[in-house]
């Protein structure tokens, strides 16, 4: 019994993070998270859930972002410097290229990804 207080069904992990994935709201997984290639819906389109909770609140989507852009470049660098003998003066401009690229591309999945992961441990739904 929850006293008053409305508790949204709760979704798996498993189902937030395919939400995430797929840019969609982590409460409904209807509505879109962005209306362009960066910008964000302030608020879910489907069920009005405000998407930043607080201000700096995606900071969050940064770590992630800087995580799995450090867990590709670190193997690879040591794959092909070590493993097939490549020269850092040539390394240097595709994996900087990736540090660049990788980023802007994963960085809607990132935010994403923060939501699922922020709905999953911070229930917080709003009435
Ligand atoms: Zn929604």
């Known amino acids: 019994m929850t006293e008053g207080i409305k508790v949204a069904e709760k979704a798996t992990l498993d189902a937030l ?3 995430g994935l797929r840019l969609r ?17 302030e608020h879910c389109p489907a069920c009005n859930l405000k998407y930043e909770r607080d201000p700096g ?43 660049i690229l990788f980023p802007l591309f994963f960085f809607r999945y990132a935010r994403g990804l923060w939501m699922a992961f922020d709905s999953f441990f911070d229930r917080h739904e709003e009435e």
């Open 57 to 99: 609140y995606f900071l969050g989507s940064a770590y992630i972002n800087y995580a799995l852009t450090a867990m590709i470049l670190t193997p690879s660098y040591f794959t092909l410097h070590f493993g097939f003998d490549l020269e850092n003066r040539i390394l240097f401009v595709p994996l900087a290229a990736f540090c």
């Open 17 to 19: 993070i395919s939400r």
């Open 25 to 41: 709201c982590p409460r409904c997984g209807e509505g879109k998270l962005f209306i362009g290639l960066f910008k964000m819906h």
